[in-house]
């Protein structure tokens, strides 16, 4: 019998590596830094100290949706009004994801890595609809879960000089 | 009634009272106003950053107020009924207009709300839908009206009032 999964931090490699597989998701085929910046629909925002809070229209919808996990406005202002995040950072977006993660009482999924992938992608299809399974997705649950490994071997062997995300706290 | 139940109850009263002390405490109220031609739309909005039970944040309650015009009265409007749902001990909203802009169209000018989900996991009305956006005119009409958040026809409609919503920038709505 497998042992319960421990709770843990955001700076676990199981996290980091969560964390860039729902970047790499919600920014299809992207996943260099460069996604903390971008905007619903593929524009680009560069003042970090708040959220963004433009819309944007594409694909017949309109969204103010911005960063690496597409947070809109109303989610980054009850992060910033509960002290969550003190602005629109990268370092403060990978904190807000791991919040929200939170919310949906997935952090143990996430933290258990690969075994329980299926349980955090299950449970945060309602945040992510780019998650496999949830209604906006362009990936399959194999292909995440690979590329999850991908990111779990890049995190846990980091080249010296590799471009990373965000800082964390 | 025996004095030890008359004391029971004093101390349950006296209980709920401060359980009611402490949950509101925590809340904090925010008012913004934006002006549109000559109407002039208010926002009250309150909201708990630590409801109960599990110190989640609640947006409680939000009056939205619209003047067409300076000495007409003032309208009270209702944007997306946001029924209450019970959270532990709070009432929390389902959704809330969150950031607003004007926009000028090619007759008229026109309200653009951002209306969004705050407790997809208590019902309401989200849809499956984070954040959709209304259309009010400076007469409180809603030229959208009956129309589901995101829905497809909202395109032929901003073509037909003339504006443009790609690319606004909006305004924060609850004045915190």
């Known amino acids: 019998m497998a042992p319960p999964v421990q709770a843990c931090e955001i700076d676990s490699v199981n996290v980091q590596a969560f964390l860039k597989l729902l970047r790499w998701l919600e920014n299809y085929p992207r996943d260099d830094s460069g996604v903390y910046f971008q905007m619903f629909g593929g524009s680009t925002f560069s003042k970090t100290g708040t959220h963004p809070n433009i819309v ?12 690496a996990y597409m947070f809109v406005y109303g989610t980054w202002k009850e992060a910033f009004e509960k002290g969550i995040v003190p602005d629109f950072s990268p370092a403060s977006q990978d904190i807000l994801a791991w919040w929200k993660i939170g919310q949906r009482k997935a952090q ?29 997705n362009q990936v399959s649950a194999q292909d995440a879960k690979n590329k999850y490994e991908t990111y779990l071997v890049e995190l846990s062997n980091p080249a010296p000089a590799a471009a990373s995300g965000g800082k964390q706290k | 009634m025996r004095p ?18 402490t949950a509101a405490s925590t809340a904090k109220t925010g008012s913004a106003q934006l002006a549109c031609g ?67 169209g ?12 705050a407790r997809d996991d208590l019902g309401g009305i989200c849809d499956g839908q984070q954040e959709w956006f209304r259309i009010l005119d400076t007469s409180g009409h809603r030229p959208d009206a009956g129309y589901t958040p995101q829905d497809p026809r909202y395109e032929t409609l901003y073509a037909r009032l003339g504006i443009n919503v790609n690319g606004v920038q909006m305004i924060d709505a609850t004045g915190s």
């Open chain 1, 56 to 67: 944007n229209s594409k694909w017949g919808k309109s969204s103010t949706a911005a960063g």
């Open chain 2, 106 to 117: 090619s007759q008229h000018d026109y309200f653009l709300l951002d209306v969004t989900c």
């Open chain 2, 38 to 104: 000559t109407a002039n739309l208010t926002a009250r909005t309150t909201f708990d950053p630590d409801a109960p039970p599990n110190d989640g944040f609640a947006w409680i309650s939000q009056v939205l107020k619209l003047q067409p015009a300076p000495g007409m009265p003032e309208k009270l409007l209702s944007v997306d009924p946001a029924p209450g749902a019970f959270t532990g001990g709070a009432k929390a909203l389902s959704d809330v207009v969150i950031s607003w802009q004007c926009l000028h």
């Open chain 2, 4 to 21: 030890q139940f008359i004391a029971i109850f004093v101390a349950l009263t006296a209980l709920v009272h401060a359980q009611t002390a």
């Open chain 1, 108 to 136: 143990i999924a996430v933290c258990g890595g690969r075994n329980n992938l299926d349980d955090a992608f299950k449970l945060l299809r309602p945040e992510w609809a780019s998650l496999p399974g949830a209604t906006q």
